[in-house]
């Protein structure tokens, strides 16, 4: 099976652009969640779609949103971009039955903001 | 109480040693704890995944002790390699049946194998 594929991998944005990021998950996952990983504050869990419908969301502003598609693909999409939202942006999908713990990653995307 | 504390920061271990990362939680209703290994430039890889029901799971060279009483669990690398070298991070969830797989991880801990 293909991985979780995420698109753009790279990205410079000038403050106040917004940005939209793309993930592909593992064929047959219906849930993908979205995580930031920044030097100072890590591995930080974003939001969680399963089925189209946001199921979990973190502690992050409004200007950070998500979307699920019926083929399972996501975006997550940030408006009024700031410095501080310079950081790798993770996808990850996992499976049903016993395997529905088992999240795993795609590359991520690097956005840099100027 | 959703925090995962993670230490070393940072470990070097000769090649054929053991490396040990450990990994503390305060959440009793956490009920799936992976490890993730990350490359420069990579997303993490899943390496290895316990739950509260079992001490202790063993995959290859890799090991997760688990201590439920103490609120701990570890990560064991047996044999280390230089190719092990690499970022790894402890991870906790509350799954709530399979309701959610929100992960929270460790601070990571940055791992030198010296040939």
């Known amino acids: 099976k293909a991985g979780v594929t995420q698109t753009p991998r790279y990205l410079i944005k000038t403050r106040g652009q917004q940005v939209t990021l793309s993930c592909s998950p593992i064929?047959?996952?219906?849930?993908v969640s979205w995580y930031q990983q920044t030097p100072g504050q890590g591995l930080q869990f974003l939001f969680e779609?399963?089925?189209?419908?946001?199921?979990n969301k973190g502690n992050f502003p409004g200007r950070f949103s998500g979307r699920q598609f019926s083929n399972s693909r996501s975006e997550m999409n940030v408006s009024t971009l700031e410095l501080g939202d310079s950081a790798l942006y993770l996808c990850?999908?996992?499976?049903?039955?016993?395997?529905?713990?088992?999240?795993?990653f795609g590359p991520g995307t690097r956005l840099t903001v100027l | 109480q959703q925090q995962v504390k993670q230490s070393p920061q940072s470990l070097i271990v000769q090649k054929g040693g053991i490396s040990i990362i450990n990994c503390a939680y305060e959440?009793?209703?956490?009920?799936?704890f992976p490890w993730y290994q990350q490359f420069p430039g990579k997303g993490p890889a899943l390496l290895i995944a316990?739950?509260?029901?079992?001490s202790e799971k063993k995959e290859g060279r890799f090991t997760i002790s688990f201590n439920k009483s103490a609120k701990q669990f570890s990560l064991h690398i047996m044999d280390s390699q230089p190719g092990d070298s690499a970022t790894y991070f402890c991870?906790?969830?509350?799954?709530?049946?399979?309701?959610?797989?929100?992960?929270?991880f460790g601070t990571g801990t940055l791992l030198a194998v010296q040939p």
């Open positions: 959440n009793t209703a956490f009920d799936y």
């Open positions: 990850a999908s996992s499976g049903e039955g016993r395997a529905y713990n088992e999240q795993f």
């Open positions: 064929s047959g996952h219906r849930s």
């Open positions: 779609y399963f089925s189209e419908t946001q199921r």
């Open positions: 991870a906790a969830s509350i799954s709530l049946g399979g309701a959610t797989n929100k992960l929270i």
């Open positions: 316990i739950r509260p029901d079992v």
